[in-house]
């Protein structure tokens, strides 16, 4: 069975957006246990994500909050700017492509420099920085240091990612 796309009205009657704190309230009590002016959701232990339960499907706030606000389900992914999951502010949140969320990557867990796009060489001994653009991987060198590597590294991710919030055409 396919998820039920509710329409933006619709959530609008079952749920209050403010786009200032990025809180999301119920305006209905949904069961006996939930009460109408409560907070909706709770925090995904896994991901960080707020998740919302309403007619059986697990929503992401984010989309949902995007959704309200707007009048329509967002297009593209969500990018949370400040890189908190559980910020939905309307200022801290903007449509990106899936290159461009993936910017925001942490560290894989078994990273030996703890950076992303930074990387020990055994071959040269040395940190070597790398950066991925359209799924090409380029080569920025070999540093005697971690922060020497980090440093080329993010030079070149603000040179090559430009990214500016990106409004809704119904904002």
């Known amino acids: 069975m396919a998820r039920e796309a509710l329409e933006a009205s619709e959530l609008r009657k079952i749920f209050c957006y403010n786009p200032i704190t990025g809180a999301i309230k119920w ?3 949904p069961s006996s246990c939930i009460k109408a002016g409560s907070v909706a959701g709770t925090v995904s232990k896994a991901s960080g994500y707020i998740r919302i339960g309403i007619r059986g499907w697990n929503y992401a706030a984010h989309q949902l909050a995007w959704a309200i606000h707007y009048g329509k389900w967002p297009d593209m992914q969500i ?3 400040d890189g908190d999951r559980s910020n939905n502010r309307k200022s801290n949140m903007r449509l990106v492509t899936n290159a461009e969320n993936a910017q925001n990557r942490k560290p ?3 990273s030996k420099s703890g950076i992303v796009g930074v ?3 055994k071959a040269s001994g040395g940190w070597q920085a790398k950066i ?3 799924g090409a991987e380029k080569n920025l060198g070999t540093y ?3 922060e020497a590597a980090a440093a080329r590294y993010a030079e070149e991710k603000r040179r090559l990612h430009k990214i500016s919030p990106i409004t809704c055409a119904h904002a």
């Open 108 to 110: 894989a867990a078994n």
């Open 119 to 121: 990387t020990w060489s």
């Open 79 to 81: 990018d949370h700017i």
């Open 144 to 146: 005697s240091t971690k």
């Open 27 to 29: 305006k209905i009590s």
């Open 132 to 134: 991925t653009l359209n």
